[in-house]
T-cell receptor, first 111, second 111 residues
Framework: DGGITQSPKYLFRKEGQNVTLSCEQN?????MYWYRQDPGQGLRLIYY???????QKGDIAEGYSVSREKKESFPLTVTSAQKNPTAFYLC??????????FGDGTRLSIL | GQQVMQIPQYQHVQEGEDFTTYCNSS?????IQWYKQRPGGHPVFLIQ???SGEVKKQKRLTFQFGEAKKNSSLHITATQTTDVGTYFC???????????WGLGTSLAVNP
């Protein structure tokens, strides 16, 4: 069954800690995206990748990092430099020009 | 930069009333996509409009793309409680690299 898997569903971060959110897709999509959604707000683009080993900053990349070593995987690291990391993180993938498919999301909170 | 404005931000209706949300882009779009996000869930693709002046229907939902390909609307006829959620429009830029998201319209339906 094809889809996008995000893990974990819930994540807690301690002060000064880096945490990594996983995103895996088996849809053979070239492009992958990370969004941040705050309560009652829209989607803000953090990073996106059109092909393996290449990625671009979105609108709010500061305090985050990504890698794209495999087509199927696009992990997001929330670094200690991100001072307000509490949010709902959504990963998406798609073929160019086609609709985006989303994972179920990861809810990140600060301990 | 490119922006997609979406109004209204919130709409509260009685079940059976109609509902419309509007999107306006600062630039011409190659296509526009509509998504629905239920509370606690992730955005789910509804439809994509590509042609100037295009109108598409899905049961009680009617989607329109403006002649200039800079605006779009979603109209729901006779709302039901199952229509509750946030409706997002997302416009594709000319390079088809990423979507420009509206902030969404949250729809509440009183039974």
């Amino acid at each position: 069954d094809g889809g996008i898997t995000q893990s974990p569903k819930y994540l807690f971060r301690k002060e000064g800690q880096n945490v990594t959110l996983s995103c895996e897709q088996n849809l053979n999509h070239d492009a992958m995206y990370w969004y941040r959604q705050d309560p009652g707000q829209g989607l803000r683009l953090i990073y996106y990748s059109q092909i393996v080993n290449d990625f671009q900053k979105g609108d709010i990349a500061e305090g985050y990092s990504v890698s794209r070593e495999k087509k199927e995987s696009f992990p997001l690291t929330v670094t200690s430099a991100q001072k307000n990391p509490t949010a709902f993180y959504l990963c998406a993938s798609r073929w160019r020009g086609q609709p985006q498919h989303f994972g179920d999301g990861t809810r990140l909170s600060i301990l | 930069g490119q922006q997609v404005m979406q109004i209204p931000q919130y709409q509260h209706v009685q079940e059976g009333e109609d509902f419309t949300t509007y999107c306006n882009s600062s630039t011409t779009l190659s296509n526009i996509q509509w998504y629905k996000q239920r509370p606690g869930g992730h955005p789910v693709f509804l439809i994509q409009l590509v042609k100037s002046g295009e109108v598409k229907k899905q049961k009680r939902l009617t989607f329109q793309f403006g002649e200039a390909k800079k605006n779009s609307s979603l109209h729901i006829t006779a709302t039901q409680t199952t229509d509750v959620g946030t409706y997002f429009c997302a416009g594709e830029d000319g390079n088809n690299r990423k979507l420009i998201w509206g902030l969404g319209t949250s729809l509440a339906v009183n039974p």
